[in-house]
């Protein structure tokens, strides 16, 4: 599968921004996608998850309530609606998957195998 992320700008702190993943290929459905991010200076960080198929999320810490992940298998697209941003939340957004992921591992980085090229968000306070 292949996957190209799109939807980052320059918003201002408060703002909302919804980010696209969208995938070329067979299988869509199997594949569970993440969105991580990396910020200057810092190594990256996962974000958030969809499982394949019936699309459980998964949320890291920080971007509870404020990031909705969704999935439209159709339109092989994953979404990340991200409301009340924050300068601390600027960073390179990167769109990964990984097919038939385990529940448990779907916020680790190294068992996403196809990555997008990243996005730029970039928050102004």
């Known amino acids: 599968v292949q996957l190209q992320a799109s939807g980052g700008g320059l918003v201002q702190a408060g703002d909302s921004r919804r980010l696209s993943c969208s995938a070329s290929?067979?299988?869509?459905?199997?594949?569970?996608v993440a969105w991580f991010r990396q910020a200057p200076g810092k190594e990256r960080e996962s974000v958030s998850a969809?499982?394949?198929?019936?699309?459980?999320?998964y949320y890291s810490d920080f971007v509870k309530g404020r990031f909705t992940i969704s999935r439209d298998n159709d339109k092989k697209t994953v979404y990340l609606q991200m409301n009340s941003l924050q300068p601390e939340d600027t960073a390179v957004y990167y769109c990964?998957?990984?097919?038939?992921?385990?529940?448990?591992?779907?916020?680790?980085?190294?068992?996403?195998?196809?990555w997008g090229q990243g996005t730029q968000v970039t928050v102004s306070s």
């Open positions: 969809v499982k394949y198929g019936v699309g459980t999320t």
């Open positions: 990964a998957a990984a097919r038939f992921l385990h529940d448990d591992y779907h916020i680790v980085e190294r068992y996403y195998h196809f």
């Open positions: 290929g067979r299988g869509f459905i199997n594949y569970s």
